[in-house]
């Protein structure tokens, strides 16, 4: 199974920042194109893209909230 997002899966205009990131786009950029959620380094956006289903990047956003890591530096 290949689950490499393509263009059609999540088209430029898709991705979004966290509005918590710093102006330098220190951050990961998201893109919603369902069933799949795209992740990104908004610093390489021309680099790879991770392609999750929701139900594990759920998981992602659950071990990043538990870590205990402040988050908002």
């Known amino acids: 199974m290949n689950n490499t997002p393509s ?5 430029a205009m898709s991705w979004i920042k966290s509005s918590y990131s710093a102006a330098d786009n ?3 950029e998201v893109a ?16 790879p893209e991770l392609a999750l289903t929701a139900n594990a990047f759920a998981a992602f956003l659950d071990g990043v909230k538990d870590s205990g890591l402040d988050w908002t530096v």
Do not use: H, N, T
Not at 7 to 11: L, R, V, Y
Not at 33 to 44: C, Q
């Open 32 to 47: 919603l194109a369902r069933p799949l959620v795209g992740v990104r380094d908004s610093k390489a956006m021309q680099g």
């Open 7 to 11: 263009d059609a899966q999540f088209p």
């Open 26 to 28: 220190e951050c990961v």
